[in-house]
């Protein structure tokens, strides 16, 4: 089955680049995404990618698939404290589409 | 549109005690879908509705769990017997299945006592 795989712990200086990574091992994984969760809240979704897309911009929020590697990345351009919160890299097979596999999550920390 | 809720936001039970969560999710979502979130770990799945169908069910889903979404809308899932391994944020997602996308409820903390 699926496993992610993500860094637990990453920490940026505020107005830096934050750059979140993650591995996956099912290559027909055909959705992957980015979501986030501050302490005690539930999940927010912050991005998604086909898995026939290389990358995908959105706003400060960039994410780069390469599938040779199964490695997916997020990036978080002019970091500031409100980003601080768990990012957990995520993916699902079209076939069963029904379940999403997370990692165990990122957590970032900002420093001033 | 106000999302995915959850009720309750927390609970305290005591080892034995049955307790029961209610999600309802995005109006029109014909999807929902519950998991189980550890302590510094990601969630993971535990079952899946389309309508009132349950059409998928983990392996972690124990005969002590149930789930039901009756009419479609609203669900439930109901943990008999509790034990203190059950205590984790319980959340709930739905899906309108054009697109995978699945948004995620606050959850419901469980601790067992």
């Known amino acids: 089955g699926e496993d992610v795989e993500q860094s637990l712990f990453l920490s940026v200086r505020e107005g830096d680049s934050s750059v979140i990574n993650c591995t996956y091992t099912?290559?027909?994984?055909?959705?992957l995404y980015w979501y986030k969760q501050e302490p005690g809240a539930g999940l927010q979704l912050l991005t998604y990618?086909?898995?026939?897309?290389d990358m995908k911009q959105d706003q400060r929020l960039t994410v780069l698939l390469n599938k040779k590697d199964k490695h997916l990345s997020l990036r978080i351009a002019d970091t500031q404290t409100g980003d601080s919160a768990i990012y957990f890299c995520?993916?699902?097979?079209?076939?069963?589409?029904?379940?999403?596999?997370f990692g165990s999550g990122t957590r970032l920390s900002i420093r001033p | 549109d106000t999302g995915v809720s959850q009720d309750p936001r927390h609970k305290i039970t005591k080892r034995g005690q049955n307790v029961t969560f209610r999600c309802d999710p995005i109006?029109?979502?014909?999807?929902l879908y519950w998991y189980r979130q550890t302590l510094g770990q990601g969630p993971e799945f535990l079952t899946y509705?389309?309508?009132?169908?349950?059409?998928?069910k983990s392996r972690l889903l124990s005969d002590r769990f149930s789930a039901e979404r009756p009419k479609g809308s609203f669900s439930t899932l109901e943990i008999q017997r509790t034990e203190q391994g059950d205590s984790a944020m319980y959340l709930c997602?739905?899906?309108?299945?054009?697109?995978?996308?699945?948004?995620f409820g606050p959850g419901t903390r469980l601790l067992v006592l």
């Open positions: 995520a993916g699902a097979n079209y076939s069963s589409a029904s379940k999403i596999i």
């Open positions: 990618i086909f898995s026939n897309m």
């Open positions: 099912d290559s027909s994984s055909t959705y």
């Open positions: 997602a739905s899906s309108s299945g054009a697109v995978e996308t699945q948004y």
């Open positions: 109006s029109e979502h014909n999807r």
């Open positions: 509705f389309q309508n009132e169908a349950q059409l998928e």
